[in-house]
């Protein structure tokens, strides 16, 4: 699918940003530049529902301003004598040479977050011994790098502010596992981001990868300053919504086929390689173990409908439009049922939402936020029907959802990832349209009719299972990063004998 051809309009939010950065570039600030870059990408992405960025222009027009603000930089490295990273031609064979190395670089690990366990259950993966008899001939050597750039640094920056989230507390049962797995460096949130990127790119030329995985949008700066200095070969990076497509990255691997197709023969046009799995994976078969938790526990009760929400930032996505209001809307038509919202958030904003709204008083007290929880599954089993937000929504809660047989109400609210990932994992049974009734009168029967949901529950379940749990899902991202060293090594192997 083509891109819009109307010119590329910079809101306000983010162009105030970026003159920032220009001015920073001028100044001959390269640090001050970046920080500028990811503070606009960040704003856009985390405050604004990616009103910029979700369009992949303006993904590649922010990657130009990086390319050329860190231009200096990576003379600069070069200049210091660094070795440039070279393709092992046998890295990648299926008998003989050394394993492949794959160096994954994220942001962050934090216990809740997708992507921190979807890196773990892909590093699980490479090393699973039965990988072989599952036809995974290439052995694999993994490698992580947390460049930690999304918490407080000190000194704090000029210009971006973050909160004190450093991966060592907020993910530390995860890094434990990591660290029993592979080698793991985390770089210390000090100093700019250029900083950080200097001490990223020598520990990632230390490993000498052949494949370098970036887990990365343009809001991330560390990372977009260490794949600009070409830390491996093949360098792709793992689409987590919004595209990093700057310097350095050959590849992009999207986990949303819409928004694959949307960005395709632009990104293509780009000089960068696209390719796709659906979703990054989630925990489907857990939910089939879990027994339901008792629904007097969590301050709900017996017998009545209970619908639920599950995010990280359920707040934020239950009041960036109408969701709160609709929610409320449905509550009042069926006075016998329940709201539970599961996931770390501060309840009072949407609480005093529901609260200013007709019938406000009853419909809270029929509210229950439950907090955030890692292991939600007996959780959802205990409630009729699963709402992934709108405009909004996630991606690992629905599958979460669908692997527990509950049903899952989504619908394609737009053409950005987020609007869309859940009903492009719900699959048949998603509303295909921005039909906000359509989406509620589902939710409505399904709790109106037991059977039909149960029926729906276990499409959906099955679904889940053999489509989108981690056992299908990382046995598809290992084959794709073979097949991208493949490419580097015949390439090295092409140079040689044209040599």
Not at 184 to 208: I, P
Not at 217 to 241: D, E, K, M, Y
Not at 300 to 316: E, F, I, Q, T, Y
Request: charged share 20%; with cysteine.
């Amino acid at each position: 699918m083509n891109q819009p051809s109307a010119p590329l309009a910079i809101p306000q939010h983010v162009g105030s940003v970026l003159k920032r950065g220009f001015r920073c570039a001028a100044e001959g600030d390269a640090a001050g530049a970046l920080e500028a870059l990811a503070a606009a990408a960040i704003c856009d992405i985390q405050q604004h529902q990616q009103q910029f960025l979700g369009d992949v222009r303006a993904c590649a027009a922010l990657a130009q301003c990086a390319d050329s603000w860190l231009a200096p930089w990576r003379a600069s490295l070069a200049a210091g004598g660094a070795a440039s990273p070279r393709a092992h031609a046998n890295g990648a064979e299926e008998s003989g040479g050394r394993p492949l190395r794959v160096l994954y670089v994220v942001p962050s690990i934090a216990q809740g977050h997708a992507g921190s366990s979807n890196i773990v259950r892909l590093i699980k993966h490479h090393l699973d011994p039965a990988r072989g008899s599952k036809g995974m001939r290439v052995a694999i050597e993994p490698a992580l790098l947390v460049c930690d750039e999304m918490t407080a640094r000190s000194p704090e920056l000029p210009f971006l502010k973050l909160q004190p989230t450093p991966s060592e507390a907020a993910g530390a049962e995860h890094l434990a596992a990591l660290r029993s797995l592979c080698p793991v460096t985390v770089l210390a949130a000090t100093g700019s981001f250029l900083d950080a990127a200097k001490r990223g790119v020598e520990a990632a030329r230390a490993f000498d990868a052949d494949v370098a995985l970036f887990m990365a949008s343009p809001a991330c700066a560390v990372q977009t300053a260490i794949a600009a200095a070409r830390v491996a070969p093949i360098q792709a990076c793992l689409n987590i919504g919004v595209p990093l497509l700057s310097h350095g990255i050959d590849a992009v691997i999207y986990n949303n086929p819409l928004k694959e197709a949307r960005d395709a023969e632009f990104v293509r046009a780009l000089g960068i390689e696209v390719t796709g799995v659906l979703t990054s994976g989630g925990d489907a078969q857990v939910g089939a173990r879990t027994p339901p938790f008792p629904r007097k526990e969590m301050g709900l009760p017996d017998g009545v409908p209970v619908v639920a929400c599950m995010s990280n930032v359920l707040g934020r996505r239950m009041l960036a439009g109408t969701f709160a209001a609709d929610l409320a809307a449905f509550l009042r038509r069926n006075p016998d049922a329940w709201w539970l919202g599961i996931g770390y958030c501060d309840p009072a904003p949407v609480r005093a939402r529901l609260r200013g709204l007709e019938g406000g008083a009853d419909i809270e007290r029929r509210c229950v936020f439950a907090g955030g929880w890692s292991k939600p599954w007996g959780m959802i089993k205990s409630c009729d029907v699963v709402l992934n937000e709108y405009p909004e929504g996630g991606g690992n809660a629905v599958i979460e959802a669908m692997g527990c047989g509950v049903p899952v109400v989504a619908m394609r609210a737009g053409e950005r990832h987020a609007e869309n990932i859940g009903a492009v994992l719900v699959g048949p049974d998603a509303v295909p349209t921005a039909d906000t009734a359509a989406y509620w009168a589902l939710a409505e029967r399904w709790i109106r009719n037991p059977a039909e949901a149960r029926a729906a529950g276990e499409r959906q379940r099955a679904r889940a299972e053999s489509q989108l749990d981690y056992t299908a899902i990382c046995p598809r991202y290992e084959q794709i990063v073979v097949a991208l060293a493949h490419r580097a090594a015949r390439a090295t192997n092409a140079a040689v004998a044209t040599a």
